[in-house]
């Protein structure tokens, strides 16, 4: 092992060729993820295939939509190349039934609304679209006659939003307040409070408002004692920890592997603002690393019983600091080290 950790890397990484051949041949490294991935893939190809609603798609599409709603100058006819699968996606949502009443599936109506009462008619493809649209509209009755008074969730002004009276001196004390406890006080996390700091969490910017992940909170003691022991960062204070939150992460979001680190990057996203928000609410968190380790990795997969297109992103512990515990120093590396301009 110590020639293929060591030595054979330097004959190998030098182009994509060798670099494949070394992790075929000699590592199993990727195997896990190539599977999720690729797990994923055909998950979302089902999805959209299938008589229900992909609803990853639709959020996207719904997204991009808003994009060119908001485009600067706007342009005369625009998601032409989109729009049947976006409007198809919205019929299959709302002839079943599902979620229709949700702020969600509004969003849903009132952009592709505001989007078929601007566009410009005499392209056949968009107002074939439009046709079945305001036809699935008027067939379903889901209520958005009243829904048509309250404010349409379209593209606003920026000028609309209230500002904060949160200072750059304030948010810099939270994030120097905001500290990784490892002791806490043996008491109950309550769940509302975990919930506020979630719906703060879910204001993070996420790639195409599509969201891919979700906090799986474990305070049932059972389940805790096992779990708690799961990541290797956590050895010595395990016990301590009155509840843990694992972060995971959906493959079957995307289409493409080009996507696959998203789920790390808007997990870790929502999880900051999620840290954040604990510390307002009294209490405090510990972010834990998850390494790829098979053996890990299946533990957690049984206990949660996540999907293979489900993949672990971190670990939080929570609960009431204790005041008596020690944190680590952590020096931070300087302004200059980290900060680069062009």
Known sequence: MKIVNEKLPYVFYRNKVLASIYYFLFSRSFLRENKAVLNGKVQYLKQSQSNKANIFLLVRNTHKLEKGLLMRPR??????????????????????????????????????????AVVQGGDKTIDFQMGRF????????????????????????????????????????LSKQRRSVRWFEQK???????????????????????QPFQ????????????????????????????????????????????DRHVIYIDGSLASMSFMYALETLGLSSCSINWPDIEQRERKMQKLLKLKDFQRVIMCIGVG??????????SEKRSLDEIRKYN
């Open 320 to 329: 009431y600091a204790d005041p008596e515990g020690y944190i680590a120093f």
């Open 215 to 258: 906090f799986r909170i474990i305070d049932d003691k059972n389940i805790l004692s096992k779990i708690v022991n799961y990541p290797m960062g956590t050895t010595g204070y395990a016990e301590n920890i009155p509840m843990m939150i694992v972060v995971t992460g959906n493959l079957d979001a995307y289409f493409s592997e080009r």
């Open 75 to 116: 342009r005369a006819v625009f998601a032409a190349s989109y729009i049947e699968e976006t409007v198809s996606c919205f019929i299959k949502l709302a002839e079943s039934g599902d979620d229709i009443h949700t702020p969600q599936f509004k969003w849903f109506y009132d952009v592709l609304d505001e989007y078929f």
């Open 188 to 210: 109950a996390v309550p769940r509302e409070l975990v919930d506020k700091a979630i719906l703060a969490a879910i204001q993070a910017p996420s790639a195409c408002n599509r």
């Open 134 to 173: 305001k036809a699935v509209v008027e067939s379903i009755n889901f209520e958005l006659k009243s829904k048509k008074i309250e404010q349409k969730s379209i593209p606003y002004k920026h000028s609309s939003i209230g500002v904060s009276p949160i200072s750059y001196e304030d948010f810099f004390k």
